[in-house]
């Protein structure tokens, strides 16, 4: 993708501020976009994949209502809101014009871990991709289902493609995804994802 095409990119919420990243500190604002905790740039129910960035503190999620009403959704009990119960994932790498304004801060999402996960930051997990209320549907929280790589994995079976440290809109890619049924998005918002059972493309 050409550099003007790069700086142009805008996604969906990025007039919303959704997380900042301050020294590898987790801080949710209170413009926190619903997007960033319900949805992606794939369909909702697939699979898709992210790197953590940082992680939630328990007062954090609490006092963020829209962060904390998301959590909800996955039926948590509140005492089971602790530290880590949320992180935020970049799905895009690396760089822009400015940290702020590159697409891994940017288009970077909230993700709901299960107790016992063992999430950690630098880790690549797969997680389910959420959605709003809708239809008599109720929302359901972006999910992670498990963790595919532990961090400092750098020689590992997943990395960000092209393997070219001068391009911004890297994804991520695993050398197991096309046997497993992912399939690659193309266009302004590319990734790799599983899609649903009930598309019809996954096992």
């Known amino acids: 993708m050409e550099t003007k095409q790069i700086a142009e990119y805008r996604s969906p919420s990025s007039s919303l501020r959704g997380v900042i990243l301050a020294g590898g500190v987790f801080i949710a604002t209170s413009c926190l976009a619903q997007s960033k905790a319900y949805e992606d740039f794939v369909p909702?129910?697939?699979?898709?994949?992210?790197?953590?960035?940082?992680?939630?503190?328990?007062?954090?999620?609490?006092?963020?209502?829209?962060?904390?009403?998301?959590?909800?959704?996955?039926?948590?009990?509140?005492?089971?809101?602790?530290?880590?119960?949320?992180?935020?994932?970049?799905?895009?790498?690396?760089?822009?014009?400015?940290?702020?304004?590159?697409?891994?801060?940017?288009?970077s999402l909230f993700l709901y871990v299960p107790k016992g996960m063992g999430v950690d930051i630098g880790d690549t997990v797969e997680f389910r991709v959420g959605h709003v209320a809708e239809g008599g549907k109720s929302a359901v929280m972006n999910t992670v289902t498990r963790i595919v790589q532990k961090s400092g994995k750098d020689d590992g079976a997943c990395w960000w493609?092209?393997?070219?440290?001068?391009?911004?809109?890297?994804?991520?890619?695993?050398?197991?995804?096309?046997?497993?049924?992912?399939?690659?998005?193309?266009?302004?918002?590319?990734?790799?994802?599983?899609?649903?059972?009930?598309?019809?493309?996954?096992?």
């Open 44 to 107: 909702a129910g697939s699979l898709h994949l992210g790197q953590v960035t940082a992680a939630a503190k328990t007062e954090q999620i609490m006092k963020m209502k829209p962060l904390y009403e998301a959590v909800k959704t996955t039926g948590i009990d509140d005492a089971d809101i602790v530290d880590g119960t949320v992180v935020a994932v970049r799905i895009y790498c690396c760089g822009g014009l400015t940290k702020e304004s590159s697409s891994e801060v940017r288009n």
């Open 161 to 203: 493609d092209p393997k070219n440290d001068k391009l911004w809109l890297r994804v991520l890619y695993c050398e197991w995804m096309p046997k497993e049924g992912w399939t690659k998005q193309e266009g302004i918002s590319p990734a790799w994802f599983k899609a649903a059972a009930s598309e019809g493309t996954a096992k």
